[in-house]
């Protein structure tokens, strides 16, 4: 099965640090064409397009272009999230080191569309080589007038600075990155208002991942109806997928929204390794759902991964092969969240130290049915109760497990109902 490449095209074929080169091979042409069409003309043809967050929610891009829109403040922001703190998760990343002026161009296109006049690139701070790539690539984009003041004598006037991360996975949540490029603690707030109304500096912002402002040249260049055709009824376009696990060629793959999972893994990475049987493939990344090999000819299709509350706009796949103990994934899984927790809600705070305890009981093959509803119990009223999507996800793996593997549960049972031996 090939690739369908769209965003990833020019990757292999130019210097991701010359932006000649980009340039030489169409880089910045779209958006060229943008700001000479009128703003609502484009926010239809992104409508029609139906492009969707590439990073987790899946939320309409025009949608948020049109709030951003309505809005009258002088100032609006427009923030890249590039933070990429989700284990298993590494597609923004091969973008940003190879084909930085594609994910600026997206920005600019972005910047017009909502008339934003700032904009922060916030890239996790364990990236190094992003971070000085797309560094580079906007001094080189400065340079040559495609940011600052009066933009191709367009009347934009936009600029873009790169924001690094301290290493925490919850400011990869969009408002504790707006408190974080604020200087404060990288924590969420309650919501609403929404980053539309009230984001950085309590501006209107408009607030995307790296993935989905690297779409916006391409519905410029296909328009929406045209790029509406690829995909699905209800996913539409290329999806960027991260394979990573036991196969036999891991790395960044761009699929067209309705290929199965089994063919990511079997025709793109080439099956498992030492021809091992798959025994689960958890999606999204750590905070995703863990599902069994029955499962993989599903679709990749954001209403079809709705149906288990999992969110394919992160696009990992991580393959676990019949070596590998469901409890120990899990066990890793609890303690990575336990240490990124902020601490704000006692859901999350609280919440993950007693799920820890109660794994470790079925890795120690040392649990009792009152464990096993406990747990299942705990798990999701932190997915209902907790503040921000760390909580709120991080128990998908615990919860999707006890529907698809809870005969293993029960293989680990060492107690009756009462709790005696």
Request: aromatic share 10%; proline share 4%; net charge negative.
């Amino acid at each position: 099965m090939p690739e369908k490449k769209m965003l990833t095209k020019r990757i292999g074929t130019i210097n991701p640090l010359s932006i000649e080169n980009a340039i030489e091979q169409g880089a910045y042409e779209l958006f060229k064409k943008a700001i000479q069409m009128d703003r609502f003309e484009l926010i239809e043809d992104i409508k029609t397009a139906n492009l969707r967050g590439r990073g987790g929610a899946g939320f309409p891009m025009h949608t948020k272009l049109m709030s951003l829109i309505k809005e009258t403040a002088k100032e609006k922001y427009l923030v890249c999230n590039a933070d990429e703190g989700e284990p298993g998760n590494f597609k923004d990343r091969y973008l940003m080191e190879n084909d930085p002026h594609l994910v600026i161009e997206g920005i600019l296109i972005a910047a017009y569309i909502s008339g934003a006049s700032y904009g922060y690139f916030y890239i996790r701070g364990e990236y190094d080589k992003p971070i000085s790539v797309m560094k580079w690539a906007l001094e080189e984009a400065k340079r040559h007038g495609l940011l600052g003041k009066n933009i191709l004598d367009s009347g934009l006037d936009f600029d873009l600075e790169v924001r690094v991360g301290a290493g925490s996975y919850v400011v990869g949540e969009e408002f504790a990155m707006i408190e974080s490029i604020e200087g404060k603690a990288g924590r969420t707030r309650v919501k609403p208002p929404f980053p539309t109304d009230q984001g950085v500096f309590n501006k209107p912002t408009l607030l995307n991942n790296v993935e989905t402002f690297s779409n916006l040249p391409f519905i410029i260049e296909m328009g929406g109806k045209k790029y509406s055709q690829l995909g699905t009824k209800t996913s539409n376009g290329t999806k960027l997928i991260s394979l990573s696990g036991n196969v036999n060629e891991p790395g960044v793959y761009e699929i067209e929204f309705g290929t199965t999972i089994r063919d990511v893994i079997f025709k793109l990475g080439r099956g498992i390794k030492n021809n091992r049987k798959v025994k689960m493939v958890q999606l999204g990344g750590a905070c995703g759902p863990i599902i069994p090999e029955y499962m993989l000819d599903m679709q990749i299709d954001y209403d079809r991964f709705e149906e288990f509350e999992s969110k394919t706009g992160a696009g990992a796949i991580i393959v676990m092969d019949d070596r590998q103990d469901l409890f120990e994934v899990l066990k890793r899984t609890v303690k990575f969240f336990e240490h990124e927790s902020c601490g704000k809600c006692t859901p999350c705070r609280e919440g993950h130290v007693h799920l820890d305890q109660l794994i470790q009981k079925f890795v120690e093959s040392d649990g009792s049915t009152k464990d096993l509803y406990s747990l299942e119990s705990l798990a999701r009223v932190m997915h209902q109760s907790s503040l921000c999507g760390l909580g709120q996800s991080s128990p998908s793996s615990i919860i999707s497990s006890l529907g698809y593997f809870r005969d293993e549960y029960h293989e680990r049972l060492k107690f009756d109902e009462e709790g005696s031996k």
